[in-house]
């Protein structure tokens, strides 16, 4: 004899402890079965564009860090990269490779919040301790270098802000030595975990024609097994020169694109990334990182679109002159903006419970979705 | 991979009716301009068009040209499989903005259209869920992102400006 | 601290006014909302974390504001959520402290003049005890905002009405 059941909405509101900022999901029930998963942006919106079109170009550096606020070395560069296309500036060989440097090391540390902060959300609370002190160190790297711990200002059109401080390549080394047993041991605390395996495989699936309809990029896509990296298929500044490898999912514990792909995607891209510092370090020529800073940005009539790779995805930026020291239209396309569209097609079928895995599994910053 | 004037002979070959125009004379690169009610059959084209193949809305974007009397759509588009990339652009009237949406040919047009919708005001027909998505669903004071925008003194007890 | 010293001969026994044992009651065990907005939040779970505890003050994220003694408003405050934020406020029990982290919740931040969204402070909204300057503070700081948020609590009376 069936039950007979009504469907019933259930609010996650915008303050809740798991959904990674102020996000509003709405779901629709058919007892604990999801039938729709409707989510609600806009808690956090900032008006970055209207600013944009109210400062100067260098002015806006600091904007840009504050979108995303776990990767603020990636937002700068991808502006810096849009706006040298655009006024057609070559920059030092060491500004590339010191850029590189802090991507990479940024890329590290948004990770470990990812890969903390999904273990909490499940229920393991110990990575969380673990994650943020191998960050801390990061955040000292960064401290000694631009004087800020959490939003840099340091990338400008045209170089950085500062040189590195003496004593940094000597504690990125020491960093990454002492990184590579660390990430060992999160791997064996929660990667293998049978309980987090039980909470994490076959859940979720994500196909890789709906990924990319959707416009899914960045680890979530790689999650599901296609091989799509900007710094390899759309090369920008001098990522052509290192040798590292793109690991995608494979799989290994349920279905190819679940959840347990995309969190451990994030796991090895972290290895990739010690792999690229190392290879930095070593070739890191010398030079001014100052000189070719423009005295005044005033660029011709124009439109020019740059995307690169930031641990959440493509990050784009479209950026609109119309010859005045302030741009005329800025527009950023963010990654998590694009991929919060798929979670409705992720969450059907599944349990309540399930919505807190996959939505961290494809690791959201409300600060890009609202900007 | 194809270069936009090859793009764009495919495309004149494919839409003789409609008009399009090449630009290729402002940095950086170049513009496919194209009629706002006909976007959505050409991009059925180019993502389905077996040597173009482009499978990957990059960007869409709404922009604000009141000096010409204009709203503006820039669509960028990419082929994960043959990866080469073209821009389109679509111009519609200050007063009645209106452009077909893009959204049954790829997913990912439906939240840029809604923002596009909720910052500037441009109306996507058949889209299927045009509401605001930035700002609060009752904003009744416009649409924030045109050049003429002004703020609202208050918005629910609350002072707006500083 | 002040109680200790007046204790009697045999240890057991311990004389207080009221005042000072409830104060220092509520002020050694605060617990927290665990709300995050924007980029301080971010610096307030590395304040909770290992480096910088902030447990050793008493202070545990709790989900429910019925739980709560006080809520850390961490990050920028639009219009949109500032109509939340004050429903929360008021399903918080008494006594209840507030703390504005950050720039942008004490007077709008970099967004104070051209955000059409941004409210300009959440103490337009919600009264305010302790405000945090800093885009974003370290986690230093906010441990200071903690500490005045105690002191203020250690001089409280039973008798007049506060907030």
Known sequence: ?371 | MKKAEEIFQLLKDNFPASNLELKTDQPTEAIIIASPLEIDKICLFLHDASELLFDDLMNLSGVDEPKAGLLTVYYHLGSTKIKHKITLKVSTDRNKPEVSTVTEVWKSADWHEREAYDLLGIIFLNHPDLRRILMPYDWDAGYPLRKDYENPEFYQGMKVPY | MGFLDKEFTDGNIVIAKAEDLFNWARLSSLWQVSFGLACCAIEMMATSASHYDFDRFGVIPRPSPRHADFIIISGTVTLKMATRIKRLYEQMPDPKYIISMGSCANCGGPYWEHGYHVLKGIDRVIPVDVYVPGCPPRPEALLEGLLKLQEKIRHESMIKKTA
């Not at chain 1, 059941?5 to 798991?18: A, K, R």
């Open chain 1, 1 to 371: 004899m069936a039950i007979k059941t009504e469907e019933m909405v259930l609010n996650m509101g915008p303050q809740h402890p798991s959904t990674h900022g102020v996000l509003r999901l709405e779901l629709a029930l058919e007892g604990e079965i999801i039938t729709n998963v409707i989510p609600h942006i806009g808690y956090l919106h900032r008006c970055f564009e209207k600013h944009c079109e109210a400062m100067t170009y260098p002015q806006i550096v600091p904007y840009t860090d504050r979108m995303d606020y776990l990767a603020p070395m990636g937002n700068e560069f991808g502006y810096a990269i849009a706006m040298e296309k655009l006024l057609g500036i070559q920059v030092p060989e060491r500004v590339e490779y010191i850029r590189v440097i802090m991507a990479e090391l940024q890329r590290i540390s948004s990770h470990l919040v990812a890969l903390g902060t999904y273990g909490a959300d499940i229920g393991a609370f110990t990575p969380f301790l673990y994650c943020f002190i191998d960050r801390e160190k990061v955040l000292n790297l960064f401290e000694i270098t631009c004087g800020a711990r959490l939003l840099y200002n340091y990338i400008w059109i045209g170089g950085l802000s500062h040189d590195l401080h003496p004593d940094f390549i000597r504690k990125t080394r020491e960093f990454i030595k002492e990184f590579r047993p660390n990430l060992k041991e999160i791997n064996d605390l929660l990667s293998h975990n049978r309980i987090f395996i039980d909470r994490t495989a076959n859940v979720g699936i994500l196909p890789i024609d709906t990924a990319i309809n959707y416009g899914v990029s960045g680890p979530n896509l790689r999650g599901s097994g296609f091989k799509w990296d900007i710094r390899k298929d759309d090369p920008y500044s001098i990522y052509s020169k290192f040798d590292f490898d793109i690991p995608v999912g494979e799989g290994k514990y349920g279905t190819v694109g679940d959840s347990w792909d995309r969190y451990y995607v994030r796991v090895l891209e972290m290895e990739e990334s010690c792999k690229i510092i190392e290879q930095a370090l070593d070739q890191l020529p010398e030079g001014d990182v100052q000189s070719a800073i423009p005295k005044r940005i005033k660029p011709v009539v124009g439109n020019v679109y740059a995307r690169v790779e930031n641990p959440r995805g493509d990050l784009g930026y479209f950026i609109m002159s119309d010859g005045s020291t302030s741009p005329y239209r800025v527009k950023v396309r963010a990654p998590s903006f694009v991929t919060m569209q798929v979670l409705n097609e992720l969450c059907k079928g599944y349990m309540v419970a399930d919505v807190v895995t996959i939505l961290g599994s494809i690791d959201i910053v409300l600060g890009e979705i609202d900007r």
